[in-house]
C-alpha cells in the first residue's frame, strides 16, 4: 500500500492572469520517456490514419513525475470514430512493463467536436498537455483564466462520470477492472471537488493532494471523506459495496453542491 504523501503543485498565471503551460517535450525524462514512446507507438499501430495528434499531459508533462506515485494521462485527437477494443489488453500490458507507473489512461477526442462541445479537453490541452506526435492543436485554443466563468464549465457532467463508474464497478468480474474504475472515479471526485473551490484560490491544479488540501480549507465538514477518496485513488480497492457506497454518499452530495453553485 503506498503512503500518501503531501506532494503536488499548482499551475501559475501570466501578468494578465492566464495560465502558463509548464509542460514541454525536454521535461520527459527517462523512465518516463520510454513509456511514452511505445504508448504512442501503440495508438499509432491501433489507429493508423484516425490520428490527429497525440498528447501527453500532468505530472509527466512537466518532468515532475514521481515513480510509484504518478501515472501516465494521454489523449489522441482523432478525425472518425475508432474501436476501442484493444484498449485494455495494451493497458494491461503497459502496466505489467512500466511498473514505476501506477496506470496509463488512454483518452480519445474527436476534431470535429473538440472546439464545439469540449470546454474540458481543450483546457487540458492549452493548459497542461504536451504534443507529442501530429499538429499540435494548442495553437488554436484560447488562453484561460482562473475565473468564474471558467470554473463554471467544468463538472457539468459529474452525475454522468458517477453513473458509469457505479455501472462498470457493479456485477464486474473482473478484480483489476474494478480498481481501475475506482482509482478514476476517485480523481474525478478529487478534482471535481478542487474545481468547487477554484475561483476562491485563484490557482489551479489536478495533482491529487493539493486539490485535497484546498478542498478541506473550504469544506471543513466534508474533508474526512474527501481524504477517503485521496485515498481509493492512491490506493484503489475491489470491494464493489464499499466504492459504490461512498460514491452514493460524497459522490452525488459533492454533484448536487456543484449543480447549487452553477445553476443556470
Known amino acids: ?27 520527459i525524462k527517462s523512465p518516463w520517456r520510454e513509456a511514452v514512446e511505445e504508448i504512442k507507438q501503440a495508438y499509432l ?11 501527453i499531459r500532468g505530472s509527466v508533462a512537466r518532468g515532475v513525475a514521481i515513480e510509484g506515485i504518478s501515472d501516465i494521462d494521454t489523449l489522441a485527437i ?38 464545439e462541445e469540449l470546454f474540458e479537453s481543450r483546457f487540458l490541452i492549452k493548459t497542461q498537455s504536451v504534443c507529442i506526435f501530429g499538429e499540435d492543436i494548442s495553437t488554436q485554443i484560447e488562453k484561460f483564466r482562473v475565473d468564474v466563468n471558467t470554473v ?18 457493479s456485477n464486474n468480474p473482473d478484480k483489476e477492472d474494478i ?25 489551479f491544479t489536478r495533482d491529487l493532494y493539493p486539490c ?31 466504492i459504490v457506497s461512498f460514491i452514493e454518499d460524497f459522490g452525488f452530495w459533492l454533484e448536487a453542491e456543484v449543480e447549487t453553485k452553477f445553476a443556470g
Open 152 to 169: 463554471s464549465q467544468f463538472n457539468r457532467k459529474l452525475k454522468e462520470v458517477l453513473n458509469n463508474a457505479k455501472n462498470g464497478i
Open 78 to 115: 482523432i478525425t472518425k470514430e475508432i474501436d476501442r477494443s484493444w484498449v485494455r489488453g495494451v493497458r494491461t500490458k503497459l502496466n505489467k512493463k512500466f511498473v514505476f507507473s501506477t496506470g496509463i489512461e488512454f483518452g480519445f477526442v474527436n476534431y470535429n467536436q473538440l472546439f
Open 45 to 55: 499501430d491501433n489507429l493508423k490514419d484516425a490520428v490527429h495528434s497525440i498528447y
Open 1 to 27: 500500500m503506498d503512503k500518501i504523501r503531501k506532494i503536488g503543485s499548482v499551475l501559475n498565471t501570466d501578468k494578465d492572469g492566464f495560465i502558463i503551460n509548464e509542460s514541454s517535450l525536454d521535461k
Open 212 to 242: 485535497y488540501e484546498i478542498f478541506a480549507k473550504y469544506y471543513a465538514h466534508q474533508a474526512s471523506k474527501m481524504y477517503t477518496a485521496l485515498e481509493l485513488a492512491i490506493n484503489p480497492i475491489d470491494d464493489v459495496e464499499t
Open 179 to 203: 480498481r481501475e474504475w475506482c482509482r478514476w472515479v476517485a480523481k474525478r471526485i478529487l478534482r471535481a471537488g478542487f474545481v468547487l473551490v477554484m475561483d476562491k484560490e485563484q490557482v
